[in-house]
């Protein structure tokens, strides 16, 4: 026991801890040009996410404009158990979580397949055309992109007429009166519009693979698909948790521009989401 203390001893005498790296003036200085290119973003940050928090201080406050910012009574948690008795909060609370986490799937899915599929095309050609169509959508405004969903899904729409031409269907299918579908709606309208431009991202991180896996892979005996299962997806795998966690963080602020767009009075049970609901909830109190 004692010559394995010793021996432990020694090994860690002979092991070199890294310097740590002191900030100092002259190492600011060498970064000043990259200093000086995040400022505008710290800045950024800082007056729209940062100072904006003051105004949380309103939600315990029975706030007049009239007054002071400092001068308001102070009610405490008089409006959130004014909120928490609304049976319409549960209801855009339970509309907001069901359409973000199936965005957050399916969106995360398509995009992943996606860029599979435009990173095995040989043709450099074929794929920079078909990853710029892919992601034209999305600089498309959702005024625009609700409309082309709405045309498209109407009774007298594409989508009806493709069905009722395979003999799917008998009668069309009422996509945008039937509630039980809306999310359904709005779920396959994001990924349409997101699905290109979240690609790239992905896309990006394949091109960080080593070329020698897939070699190596290919000597092996491994086949197309088996090289983007064995390979590709976990030498990604880092790139999807980090976009994962971030899109998790934004559950709940999904806006509410599809929803008012795509939705109408018989769907407003299923497209009330909690930013349309603060916002009719506040116009209602003038």
């Given amino acids: 026991v004692t010559e394995k203390v010793n021996t432990t001893k020694k090994i860690k005498k002979g092991i070199k801890k890294p310097k740590e790296r002191k900030i100092t003036w002259n190492n600011i200085k060498k970064q000043k040009c990259l200093i000086a290119m995040s400022l505008p973003f710290v800045i950024w940050v800082i007056i729209f996410k940062y100072l904006p928090l003051a105004g949380w201080t309103m939600a315990f406050q ?11 009574t102070w009610v405490g948690f008089k409006h959130f158990i004014t909120l928490f008795k609304e049976d319409q909060f549960y209801q855009a609370l339970q509309n ?15 995009s992943i397949t996606f860029a599979l599929l ?28 609700a409309s082309l ?17 395979l003999n799917l269907i008998d009668t069309p299918i009422q996509f945008m009166s039937t509630p039980s579908m809306f999310w359904g709606v709005v ?6 519009k997101e699905m290109g431009w979240n690609a790239i991202i992905y896309l990006a991180a394949m091109t960080a693979i ?31 948790l980090v976009l994962l966690i971030m899109s998790i963080g934004n559950l709940i602020n999904i806006g509410f521009e599809k929803q008012m767009l795509l939705g109408n009075p018989i769907v407003a ?3 009330l989401v909690i930013d349309k609901y603060a916002l009719d909830y506040g116009i209602g109190m003038f």
Avoid: C
Wanted: a positive charge; charged letters at 20%.
């Fill in 96 to 110: 907001t979580l069901g359409m973000s986490i199936l965005g957050l799937v399916f969106g995360t899915i398509a």
């Fill in 149 to 165: 969903v709405t045309n498209m899904l109407s009774s007298s729409g594409i989508v009806n007429e493709i069905l009722m031409k």
């Fill in 118 to 145: 435009l990173n095995e095309i040989r043709s450099s050609k074929f794929k920079r055309t078909a990853q710029t169509i892919s992601y034209l959508p999305h600089f498309i405004s959702w005024v625009v992109a």
């Fill in 269 to 271: 049970s299923k497209s």
């Fill in 62 to 72: 029975d706030y007049k404009p009239q007054k002071g910012f400092f001068d308001q």
């Fill in 210 to 240: 080593d070329p020698e896996l897939y070699n190596a892979a290919k000597v092996d005996g491994a086949g197309r698909f088996r090289q983007m299962f064995s390979i590709t997806l976990p030498s990604i795998k880092s790139t999807v």
């Fill in 187 to 192: 779920t396959a309208s994001d990924v349409w």
